[in-house]
């Protein structure tokens, strides 16, 4: 069994900065891509940012350049700085992982997710 265990969100002004964390743990062969969404009420689950193994990091269009992806590999944690935060970014934000549990398989994970909300 896998666990996603999420931290760090909570209520900031326009033009603050959160840090979200992320900590996988379980029975784990190794920790592949790790990454965040998000969902706002009504809206469907959307991509923010995710971080290969390797460190490779990809980023939707609306948070280049202000959120930081990147990760731990040895606490098999994955963090999200967010600077310059706006109302728009008021979501449930969700971790994601891709887990290895053995050579030959792996799964999809997801944690139960964390609230930013923005205030103008």
């Known amino acids: 069994q896998v666990q996603l265990v999420e931290s760090g969100g909570g209520l900031v002004q326009a033009g603050g900065s959160l840090t979200l964390s992320c900590a996988a743990s379980?029975?784990?062969?190794?920790?592949?891509?790790m990454g965040w969404y998000r969902q706002a009420p009504g809206k469907q689950r959307v991509l923010v940012a995710t971080?290969?193994?390797?460190?490779?990091?990809n980023y939707a269009d609306s948070v280049k350049g202000r959120f930081t992806v990147s990760r731990d590999n040895a606490k098999k944690t994955v963090y999200l700085q967010m600077n310059s935060l706006a109302p728009d970014d008021t979501a449930a934000y969700y971790c994601?992982?891709?887990?290895?549990?053995?050579?030959?398989?792996?799964?999809?994970?997801w944690g139960r997710g964390t609230q930013v909300t923005v205030s103008s």
């Open positions: 994601y992982a891709d887990v290895r549990v053995s050579l030959m398989r792996s799964y999809d994970y």
């Open positions: 379980g029975s784990i062969f190794r920790v592949e891509t």
């Open positions: 971080i290969t193994h390797s460190g490779s990091a």
